[in-house]
């Protein structure tokens, strides 16, 4: 099953934070985080692994926690670099290379 | 990091007709995806290419249809055959580099309408 992410789209003033979820109906090994722009290929923001850790990117960083079957993206002052959609990726089979990709978020940062 | 060299990068098919779609890594992955995307939806994994063996498809993929070589461990090819409009979307292929829990990265995608 497809994990949900919420929420579906934002708009954002630049310097204002967002939260993404990413929620799946089943155990999660990890989870990957993509941010996509239009006409451009996914990439890589963070991966986070079992173990509830959290990690930080800059001013992005994410959060697992893996009873939840749960992952947050968080993005603190925005900037405009930042549009985009968002994926969560997530790995429910423990083999660390196939995902399974969430429904997405579209971010979009205006002045 | 991998480079990938995905191509074409857009193609208009007739209906009825077949893409083949190439992808070229830098270097040597174990594992290579086909991604397709459909226009302001996510990624459906569509098969993971093997080298050495057939490719392994995702439920509701079958290998008539998606046709996958991977003939040495830096390249693979994505046939769509006997196209339709409804396979118009943007086909990814990714790589996750051996061991566990690494990064994928993507080409730039191909992007395919059927008329």
Redesign the interface.
Known sequence: QQPVQSPQAVILREGEDAVINCSSSKALYSVHWYRQKHGEAPVFLMILLKGGEQKGHEKISASFNEKKQQSSLYLTASQLSYSGTYFCGTDLTGGGNKLTFGTGTQLKVEL | SAVISQKPSRDICQRGTSLTIQCQVDSQVT?M?WYRQQPG?????IA?ANQGSEATYESGFVIDKFPISRPNLTFSTLTVSNMSPEDSSIY?CSV?RA???????????TRLTVV
Do not use: I, P, R
């Open positions: 594992m995806f939806q996510s990624l459906t994994l993971t990814l996750v061991g566990m829990n690494t990064e994928a990265f993507f080409g730039q995608g």
